[in-house]
């Protein structure tokens, strides 16, 4: 009963928040602050936070094994991925140390250790907006996530070294889990696509993953994560991500509440995470100048920059192991890490493309791979976005038309160029591309991705670029569409109207045709 009252509370807070236009995960972390603040006063029972703790974890396990579902795990080797990620985390301590051993009347090892917990971003954070804005598979949000991913391997060799303890010789099974593969995939065949679906991810997640991997001294936050990733080539990966979406979202509540209700903090803990706050700017400027140094654009290193500009729960974590009388301060660290960072997320794009002039300067003269610039030849038809709706207009029009197709996921893009698909990486949001792109003889361009906001975005830029020619889409809701058109599409298709019209028609032909 008591939970459901703070979850009640919760979703009255997040409500709240939203309505000035913050999101609701900042309304959760303040009722977390107030549910702790008014627990003497109402004499709530010891067993509630520690049943909050249980639901949190079980949403991060959720939320990471989600992300698993959509990792690619080669771009962990990657440059700016491998690179990025030790250097940031090496100079982040360098710069940190200092500060705290100057403020605070701390030893040594307290100030490194602190370095440490503060040189990672929040992986649940990061996840939750990026896949909020359907930008995991994006250029920028891959190297985010694989940047997260290697923190948080740092994260537990960092718990292992300072705990003392090495993992159980049965951990050695983990480099034979990809053994198991075809049988995962058959089982997820298996599963159809209702209750049985659900309760698959739930048992790799929670069960397999998660108590598997703590039970050979290994991470389960890290289990959820491997088998996440053993099932993204699997087809019906996106499928099973989507049917763990709304218990995932129920679980992550629990994880925001926790961080208040660790305990209130004093005066000294709101200086800690006052000048902490202070040193984000610093983290941000990092991260952008090491991904401009190995050779990413100024869009996708500010954006990934921003993704990352925040405190870990991890960090709390570390602090449980190895400094518990921090926990407390560092719980308000991240807590308004959060707060800072997740309208900045939320306003990432509208800022680059204010800022733009001034980051471009910092760009190198070589672009990385998945971003040189790009030709549209002689095709006739662009079409963006290339889901199940681009890839059917495509190949209705294959044949007829000379077509040219682009998606922001890199990895979707080599899979159709496998097939002998005309296609390229772009990003629909990225303001360089529309400067540099030239139509060609394109007289047609086909709106299908995914996000709202980028079909917005995209039909204003084609027109402030010039583009007379036809622009259609699609969309789920009628305001949506409304929103499309008046950025200067020409036309808008309801999806499950032109479903259902479609269905008909068949029906039409196949039954009253042959009469006539």
């Avoid at 959820?224 to 979202?249: P, T």
């Avoid at 709202?452 to 949506?480: C, P, W």
Wanted: glycine share 8%.
């Amino acid at each position: 009963m008591l939970e459901a009252v703070w979850i009640g509370f919760a979703f009255s807070l997040g409500l709240a928040v939203r309505a000035i236009g913050l999101p609701p995960l900042v309304g959760y972390l303040l009722a977390g602050f107030v549910i702790s603040a008014t627990a003497s006063e109402f004499n709530l029972p010891p067993e509630g936070p520690s049943i909050i703790h249980h639901v949190a974890h079980l949403g991060v396990l959720l939320l990471l094994f989600t992300v698993g579902l959509k990792l690619n795990v080669l771009s962990l080797g990657k440059p700016e991925v491998l690179g990025g990620s030790m250097l940031h985390f090496a100079l982040s301590i360098l710069l940190t140390l200092p500060a705290v051993l100057l403020i605070f009347d701390v030893s040594w090892y307290q100030a490194l250790m602190l370095a440490v917990a503060l040189a990672f971003s929040s992986t649940v954070l990061a996840a939750k907006v990026l896949e909020g804005k359907r930008e995991i598979r994006a250029f920028h949000g891959r190297v985010a996530i694989g940047i997260l991913i290697m923190q948080d391997l740092l994260a537990l060799l960092v718990m292992s070294l300072a705990n003392g303890t090495i993992p159980s010789p049965w951990a050695l099974m983990v480099f034979a889990l990809p053994l198991l593969r075809p049988v995962l995939y058959k089982l997820l065949d298996a599963s159809g696509h209702e209750d049985l679906l659900i309760l698959f991810g739930l048992l790799l997640a929670l069960v397999i993953g998660g108590q598997g991997f703590e039970l050979v001294g290994l991470s389960s936050e890290l289990g959820a994560l491997v088998f996440g990733a053993m099932l993204a080539k699997h087809a019906r990966a996106g499928e099973l991500s989507k049917s763990l979406w709304s218990i995932k979202e129920f679980f992550l509540v629990g994880f925001f509440l926790q961080i208040g209700i660790d305990g209130l903090p004093d005066a000294n803990a709101w200086l800690f995470a006052g000048v902490m706050s202070l040193l984000l700017p610093v983290k941000a400027m990092l991260f952008f100048l090491l991904l401009i140094m190995f050779k990413l654009r100024a869009r996708s290193a500010f954006l990934t920059s921003i993704s990352l500009t925040n405190y870990s729960e991890f960090g709390l974590i570390v602090a449980s192991v190895v400094l518990p009388e921090w926990l407390i301060p560092l719980a308000l660290t991240v807590a308004i890490s959060f707060v800072i960072s997740a309208p900045l997320n939320r306003l990432a794009h509208p800022l680059y493309d204010r800022l733009c002039n001034r980051l471009l300067k910092f760009e190198r003269n070589i672009h990385h791979p998945d971003e040189q610039p790009v030709s549209l030849g002689d095709a006739e038809v662009l079409i963006m976005g290339m889901g199940r709706t681009g890839s059917a207009a495509y190949n209705y029009l294959q044949g007829s038309r000379k077509i040219i197709a682009m998606d922001s996921d890199p990895a979707k893009v080599l899979q159709h160029q496998h097939k002998g698909i005309n296609i390229f990486y772009a990003d629909a949001e990225d303001q360089v591309f529309w400067q540099d792109l030239h139509f060609g003889a394109v007289e047609a361009v086909i709106l299908s991705m995914n996000d709202v906001e980028a079909k917005v975005i995209a039909a204003r830029k084609l027109r402030n670029a010039g583009f007379k020619g036809f622009i259609v889409s699609h969309s789920m809701h009628d305001d949506e569409a409304r929103d499309i058109i008046g950025a200067g599409a020409d036309q808008t298709y309801l999806t499950m109207s032109e479903a259902g019209v479609g269905i008909a028609e068949h029906v039409k032909q196949h039954c009253f045709t042959a009469k006539v």
